[in-house]
């Protein structure tokens, strides 16, 4: 994996990602550089983006909403993620992505 898109900390995991708001339909859409690529279908405005990526990435690693939080890039398409109580392994099994460049 590249290095710093994802990192392991002692309770979950910091995840890049870069968001592209306005997009047709929700979905991960593998890596880019040093981050995880993911369009949503909320438009940037007023919050709608960072919840519904917050949500959908709730959903797919099976987590709740609260475990996952914003802690850079709030008004950013590049954000840094905190996920708790999920390993690096599980992130990448439940989105299934291989490791960033391949």
């Known amino acids: 994996m590249t290095d710093k898109a994802i990192q392991d900390v002692d309770d979950g995991i910091v995840l890049r990602v870069k968001v592209v708001p306005g997009s047709s339909r929700t979905a991960t859409c593998g890596w880019l550089d040093t981050m995880l690529k993911i369009k949503v279908a909320a438009a940037p405005e007023k919050g709608k983006a960072n919840e519904c990526l917050l ?30 109580a999920i390993s690096a392994e599980t992130l990448l099994k439940k ?7 391949s």
């Open 95 to 101: 989105l299934n992505l291989n490791k960033p460049g």
């Open 55 to 84: 949500g959908f990435l709730a959903k797919q690693l099976g987590v709740k909403r609260h475990d996952i939080n914003i802690i850079s890039g709030h008004t950013s398409s590049i954000k840094q993620l905190h996920i708790a």
